[in-house]
């Protein structure tokens, strides 16, 4: 059963940056797209970037040209580099599976418990 562990969050100032970082097991995870996604209080999750088995990539506006989401098969492992911080940006991030099972059903696989990113105004 897939489990997936997001880490590397924390407390930065406007303009700082920080990477996430997302650790699957449980599933072949080379076979999978993936994505990272963010939510606040009140409010559905969103999608903030995705990344394809081919390594093809596609991001929110609201993030482009500021993250980059990247994937490591060997090490099952996600990413997302986030620069040039905004507080708009605070929200506790997750990562899953991206693939039209996923877009369907939301809770078609485990969540997990998500990073906290907090930017300082």
């Known amino acids: 059963q897939l489990q997936v562990v997001e880490s590397g969050g924390g407390l930065v100032q406007i303009g700082g940056s920080l990477r996430l970082s997302c650790s699957a097991s449980?599933?072949?995870?080379?076979?999978?797209?993936w994505a990272w996604y963010r939510q606040t209080p009140g409010k559905q999750r969103e999608l903030v970037a995705d990344?394809?088995?081919?390594?093809?990539?596609k991001y929110a506006d609201f993030v482009k040209g500021r993250f980059t989401i990247s994937r490591e098969n060997a090490e099952k492992m996600v990413y997302l580099q986030m620069n040039n911080l905004r507080p708009e940006d605070t929200a506790v991030y997750y990562c899953?599976?991206?693939?039209?099972?996923?877009?369907?059903?939301?809770?078609?696989?485990?969540w997990g418990q998500g990073s906290q990113v907090t930017v300082s105004s």
């Open positions: 449980g599933i072949d995870f080379s076979r999978f797209g």
């Open positions: 899953n599976i991206r693939n039209w099972e996923s877009v369907a059903r939301p809770d078609r696989y485990p």
């Open positions: 990344i394809r088995t081919n390594n093809e990539t």
